[in-house]
Antibody, heavy 115, light 107 residues
Framework: EVQLVESGGGLVKPGGSLRLSCAAS????????MNWVRQAPGKGLEWVSS????????YYADSVKGRFTISRDNAKNSLYLQMNSLRAEDTAVYYC????????WGQGTTVTVSS | EIVLTQSPDFQSVTPKEKVTITCRAS??????LHWYQQKPDQSPKLLIK???QSFSGVPSRFSGSGSGTDFTLTINSLEAEDAATYYC?????????FGQGTKVEIK
């Protein structure tokens, strides 16, 4: 079964850091580009970042550029999102998502930035 | 940045009725427009890719059309399980963007 499982979410103070992980299974992870997409409470979907299959191409939304870093480890079938200098407006459910268009979504992990 | 504007924002529909949701792009995106369904407390699911291609396993009552700047998602003969929020999404250029969503409620 094709599956993406996120972890690492939680409550963090403004200015703090968090590292999200996404474990992939059931498919050849190294063959796919991957994404992070977030959804603030009661709001719509927002693309955050993308990384190509070999990490050659990396892109970020302006809202997170310079603060977030996407990476992947194909040997471990894992995707990561290092989030620094977190702000209240980063509070959201963060989804790990496969390919473009996204054809597989994880269940999401919740990040809450609050003092 | 390409802005996607969906209409309507909300629609209350009777079962078996036909539903039409439109998505307008702020500039031409060819056919790089995709549709997702998100039910409450669930992750989104891909319905239609590249404007009109049905994704595997999606019921045939869902269809998409359009190109350039104007796109449509049609649900023929709405079923109760179709109550959800629907999003369009473009992959023509960076940053990737989504429409604001259309919530479909069953009367």
């Amino acid at each position: 079964e094709v599956q993406l499982v996120e972890s690492g979410g939680g409550l963090v103070k403004p200015g703090g850091s968090l590292r999200l992980s996404c474990a992939a299974s059931g498919f050849t992870f190294s063959s796919y580009s991957m994404n992070w997409v977030r959804q603030a409470p009661g709001k719509g979907l927002e693309w955050v970042s993308s990384i190509s299959s070999s990490s050659s191409y990396i892109y970020y939304a302006d809202s997170v550029k310079g603060r977030f870093t996407i990476s992947r480890d194909n040997a471990k079938n894992s995707l990561y999102l290092q989030m620094n200098s977190l702000r209240a407006e980063d509070t959201a459910v963060y989804y790990c998502a496969r390919d473009t268009p996204v054809d597989v979504w994880g269940q999401g992990t919740t990040v809450t930035v609050s003092s | 940045e390409i802005v996607l504007t969906q209409s309507p924002d909300f629609q209350s529909v009777t079962p078996k009725e036909k539903v039409t949701i439109t998505c307008r792009a702020s500039q031409s995106i060819g056919s790089s427009l995709h549709w997702y369904q998100q039910k409450p407390d669930q992750s989104p699911k891909l319905l239609i890719k590249y404007a009109s291609q049905s994704f595997s396993g999606v019921p045939s009552r869902f269809s998409g059309s359009g190109s350039g700047t104007d796109f449509t998602l049609t649900i023929n003969s709405l079923e109760a399980e179709d109550a959800a929020t629907y999003y369009c999404h473009q992959s023509s250029s960076l940053p990737r963007t989504f429409g604001q969503g259309t919530k479909v409620e069953i009367k």
